[in-house]
């Protein structure tokens, strides 16, 4: 697709900065929607004379596009690799939230929001041990509910979100959890990480949940190049390739947890030191995140 967008004609003198300013215009508007940490690609821009007073700057964005996916796809194809090489088989669903029982398993999972493992397991065994439906969850006395739930913190705004989503459920599904991303995420208290963690260890779809440990580490390697949890997830979801769509939320959380660390990172063990962003731009002085452009006329 050739795209463009048009100009009074310069005069000379000032026609070579015209280009200057508006290839790096373009280039960094372009590297903003593909969320690329690669900036050292180069862009051709050609130069159209449309009227003897207008000139019309024009740019080849799926070409562009095209080199920024492969390069970037190059990359991660190989960190996937290496982490199938590692861990051929993923299969860990989280315990402490995903249980046998798909009603049960979606409770663990709104639980555990911004919360400790060992605390969200703590509040799922006190309230399973009063209740495992929705029927029976909207039987308990609203501070019960509180006091069952309070290991997970925020006890409040979850109680309250359980009992509604009890009350949808019930309504809606018969009592069911649905086995489809728009309805779960419907449901009060269920978001796009809840979601993506039912569909992946409760129907076993290929979803890529991500979390603080997926989303940070994904960052440093440059695989997304984001500052919300949702926009990582939309980058993975757009980016993994399916071989590694089953692997891939367990084999970054895993990472980002033990070795990835928020604080001190364990680069020393990790064998991504070559492909990672983070990295190189803290270790390797000659390392530079420049913006490479190039002009042609036409
Ligand atoms: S090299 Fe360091 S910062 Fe990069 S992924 Fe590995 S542990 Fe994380």
Known sequence: MLSGLSMPLPNLGSLLTHWRINAERIWQWWLKILG??????NIDLT??????????ICYSIQAQEVYLRTDKMTKI????????????TPNRPPREKIYNNAFKSLVGVTLSAQTKDERTAEACRNLFARAETPEEILALDIDELKQLIRPAGMYNNKARNLRLMS???????????????????QLAGVGRKSTDIMMRFVFNEPAIAVDTHVHRIANR?????????????????RDTPDEYRWGAHE????????ICKARRPLCD???????????????????EQSTSISTQRA
């Not at 130069?47 to 019309?56: A, G, H, S, Y």
């Open 36 to 41: 690329s940490s690669n900036q050292n690609a």
């Open 47 to 56: 130069v159209r004379f449309v009227t003897n007073k207008r000139i019309k």
């Open 77 to 88: 194809i190989e960190i996937y690799e290496r982490f199938s090489a590692l861990d051929p």
């Open 167 to 185: 009350e949808q459920l019930l309504a809606r599904h018969g009592g069911v959890v649905p086995n489809d991303r728009e309805q779960l995420m």
């Open 221 to 237: 390697l440059g695989i997304a190049n984001t500052r919300a949890e949702h926009k990582t997830a939309e980058i993975l979801e």
């Open 251 to 258: 084999w970054l959380i895993d990472y980002g947890k033990h």
């Open 269 to 287: 063990q990790c064998m991504f030191t070559d492909l990672c962003d983070y990295y190189k731009e803290r270790h390797d002085e000659n390392y």
